[in-house]
């Protein structure tokens, strides 16, 4: 690998004539005094018979400069030659763009984070919007400037780039074969959840792209799309600089958040989903109303009362569309006493408008809170409307917090049936056991639980909570009588990774790496989806019902937000 010094009077920090890939040229672009890994860089995608050499020239330096300026260093690869047209090795796993990423990282390259990224692509180079949805987590937004988003279209209007089209994917056969999967014009869905990160220019007068195909495109994915007068060299050299680099800035400076309060507009923004079979016409009732309780405003809740069972709404926010995002809410039972069902914050939830099919990853309370702070992490695939919830890869914690109201900590606890077991530390059992009952609070009784208690051995508490087991609920479960307290829940999904943490109302967040308070889980089966998806909350009722008796679901304020 050799570093050869900026050439000229021109500021590129790096230019290599060879990389990962023989004979592959990569350049970084910081300007003059500009730190090479400071703030988000831009992924630079040249055009046909254009390299890292060619766009060293006078005519690119404002656009380079114009980044860089803002501190957002320009890499510039040449993604396996000069005649690329988005084929496979360039944009799929381990290909051309993904070379290129990996030597910017290095320190001896610049140093640059490839974790997020801005994508400016030209002509050709804007099929690399194959690279950027298939890897949705990693990109801010994209400029894609004189845009080929009918690649059919365009290649029967241009016979002469046929032959170099064909070449690049090894024979006319490939490239025909690959459409359904390198073709904008194919993949809508897969662009419309971040189409409006997108931003299309195109020229008036362009003989290589129908402007109108532009705009009808744009319109298809949620993008804006914005004219520029001359041909499509033009625009690829000379187009509005400024334009171009401040929907770029806004894209690396903002991202998508809502704040949910206690309105019941705020609340009339999410999209209701039953996640289960819904009940007989009038079974149960599932009002979501803002109400006013003891202490003040708490939230929103839903009234519940019913005698059907297995009942869960999501309500998910179609205004915050990532692949990695945040929700955070305080979790409550709204008047401290009966408590019916899951909470569940919402991550990444994909819904198919067709078939009604849904993978959701979530994190949840414990289905009944009999056993007060058990959360599960995990993905949830179904279909709306049909009770066919399958959990993958799921697993729980038992998070600290319980306490003895004879004095001492629950250090974890799990239930099998109606048989709740409690580990504690010896000397706490001893003064449990003396009373011969236990009574488990949080600090204040606000959820509690008072009964009989067994002695298992100097460590371990067993008590049963009243009725059968009934999972799917009704009259006489020992869910009848569970309970819990509030706490706040925020959770993280970052690629394959989920995170949680858990702490009560009015202190500190715990650090990530808490293990008494916080959750890690990795998708390590690929079961859940990695493009972006809606963030919400989840309101379960899970068979808690007792007829003519309402009781509730309630949360506080919630927040979604993009990483």
């Avoid at 510039?76 to 990282?105: M, N, R, T």
């Avoid at 008047?335 to 067709?354: F, K, S, W, Y």
């Amino acid at each position: 690998m050799s570093i050869v010094p900026p050439l000229g009077d021109t500021s590129w920090s790096r230019f290599t004539p060879d990389s990962y890939v023989a004979g592959e040229q990569q350049s970084l672009y910081v300007g003059r005094l500009h730190n090479s890994s400071g703030q988000t860089p831009v992924l630079f995608c040249h055009g046909y018979q254009g390299d890292p050499a060619t766009m060293q020239s006078s005519d690119w330096q404002p656009l380079f400069t114009a980044y860089a300026a803002a501190g957002h260093p320009v890499m510039v690869p040449e993604l396996g030659g000069q005649s690329g047209w988005g084929a496979p090795a360039i944009v799929d796993p381990g290909g051309h763009i993904d070379d290129a990423l990996d030597y910017f990282k290095l320190a001896a390259a610049g140093g640059v984070r490839t974790d997020k990224m801005f994508v400016h692509a030209i002509s050709m180079g804007t099929l690399a919007l194959r690279w950027v949805w298939q890897n949705p987590g990693r990109v801010r937004g994209m400029n894609l400037v004189g845009p080929i988003v009918h690649f059919e279209q365009f290649y029967a209007d241009n016979p002469s780039l046929q032959a170099a089209i064909d070449a690049s994917w090894g024979g006319h056969p490939a490239w025909l074969a690959g459409l359904d999967d390198s073709d904008p014009w194919r993949n809508v869905d897969r662009i419309r959840p971040f189409g409006h990160r997108l931003k299309f220019w195109y020229a008036e007068s362009d003989g290589l792209i129908d402007p109108d195909e532009v705009v009808a495109f744009a319109e298809l994915v949620g993008a804006e799309a914005e004219s520029m007068p001359g041909t499509h060299l033009e625009l690829n050299i000379n187009a509005r600089v400024d334009r171009m680099v401040s929907f770029a800035l806004d894209q690396l400076s903002d991202r998508d958040r809502v704040y949910i309060g206690w309105d019941e507009e705020d609340w009339a923004r999410f999209n209701q989903a039953f996640i289960t079979d819904p009940p007989a016409d009038g079974a149960n009732v599932n009002a979501l109303e803002t109400v006013v309780k003891p202490g003040g405003r708490r939230g929103q809740f839903t009234r519940l009362s019913g005698i059907d069972g297995n009942e869960r709404w999501g309500y998910l926010m179609p205004e915050v569309s990532a692949a990695d995002m945040a929700v955070r809410t305080p979790w409550h039972n709204g008047d401290g006493g009966l408590m019916v069902g899951q909470h569940g914050n919402m991550l990444r939830a994909t819904i198919d408008e067709t078939t009604g099919a849904y993978l959701i990853y979530m994190v949840w309370s414990n289905i009944l809170f009999g056993v007060p702070w058990i959360v599960n992490t995990g993905v949830w695939s179904g279909t709306v409307d049909i009770d066919n919830l399958t959990l993958l890869g799921s697993q729980s914690k038992t998070i600290a917090g319980l306490r003895l109201a004879a004095g001492g900590e629950v250090l974890a606890s799990e239930r099998h049936g109606n048989v709740v077991t409690l580990v504690v530390h010896e000397a706490d059992a001893d003064r449990a056991y003396r009373s011969g009952t236990v009574d488990v609070v949080l600090s204040a009784p606000l959820g509690t639980y008072v009964g009989p208690v067994t002695r298992v051995d100097e460590t371990h508490l067993q008590y049963p909570l009243a009725g059968a087991d009934v999972i799917s609920g009704g009259p006489g479960s020992w869910a009848d009588f569970a309970s819990c307290f509030p706490y706040n829940a925020w959770s993280e999904i970052s690629g394959t990774q989920v995170r949680s943490r858990f702490y009560p109302l009015g202190v500190d967040p715990p650090a990530w790496t808490d293990p008494d308070f916080t959750f890690n889980w990795t998708d390590t089966g690929g079961w859940g989806s990695t493009g972006y998806g809606f963030g919400g909350q989840m309101f379960g009722h899970v068979g808690i019902f007792i007829p003519g008796v309402e009781a509730n679901i309630q949360v506080g304020p919630l927040i979604i937000e993009e990483l």
